[in-house]
């Protein structure tokens, strides 16, 4: 009999996007009322859309668990996971299951088309609030989706009889011998986290403190935060005007 042990299985790049993205989307979701907040809610936006890149990146050239092919479910595969959960023996996945799988593909494409309609909510692409119910909603299904996954989880974790959110951070799972990864690629994941965290404090509006005493990395997130702003002044302008106009005409 093949004994199973904890085994490296997630690599470091997949738990520091896995936990970036959590982050990320908590605090624009968080923010995304509160025109205070609007810088930290823009620079959170773009930050859920590069990270979803890299994954979408590291899901064709990572680790064995981390690419797509390895997770690429079909509905009678999801379908006879949800029946076997029903049973004495559920099905076990080294990797991700067909159920969280297809949770992962949905939460990858709401969160490019929530980044996506953010920003064009903000350059009021094709007219003024042209977007914006639509990002609310694609958000909010993100959000549902979200504890969606996190109850898929405890299921799974309390039927498998091991702790999934734990696993997400050691990146180790109960494996049998030769199932593993050989890498856990710190590297390249130090890299993503070390980009994140100076692209929050590059520009303006930073979201942590620049010890550097310079200002870094502007660039894109600094010029789309300013452009925003000044597309919302003229929004304020235009709704001041037409405020004035219809009082001078009573």
Do not use: C, Q
């Amino acid at each position: 009999m093949n004994m199973k042990k904890p085994t490296l299985v997630w690599d470091f790049p997949t738990r520091a996007f896995h936990w970036l993205l959590a982050l990320s989307f908590t605090g624009a979701f968080l923010t995304a009322d509160s025109e205070r907040w609007i810088d930290v809610h823009m620079t959170l936006g773009y930050t859920v859309a590069g990270l979803i890149a890299f994954r979408l990146l590291w899901g064709l050239v990572g680790t064995r668990y981390a690419r797509f092919a390895s997770f690429a479910f079909g509905p009678r595969a999801v379908l006879a996971y949800v029946k076997s959960l029903f049973t004495r023996e559920p099905r076990h996945y080294v990797g991700h299951n067909p159920a969280g799988s297809w949770a992962i593909y949905l939460l990858l494409a709401l969160g490019l088309l929530a980044a996506a309609t953010g920003y064009a909510t903000y350059v009021e692409l094709g007219g003024e609030e042209a977007f914006e119910d639509l990002h609310e909603g694609l958000a909010n299904a993100m959000l549902a989706l979200v504890f969606v996954h996190i109850a898929g989880v405890a299921v799974s974790s309390l039927l498998h009889r091991e702790n999934l959110a734990r696993a997400m951070v050691s990146g180790r799972k109960k494996a049998a011998v030769g199932e593993g990864i050989r890498s856990a690629h710190w590297i390249i994941g130090v890299a993503l986290v070390a980009g994140v965290v100076a692209f929050w404090s590059g520009g303006g509006g930073r979201l942590v403190p620049d010890l550097s005493g310079r200002v870094s990395l502007a660039g894109f997130a600094a010029s789309a935060r300013s452009n925003s702003r000044d597309h919302r002044e003229d929004h304020r302008d235009k709704r001041r005007k037409g405020d004035y106009r219809e009082r001078h005409d009573r």
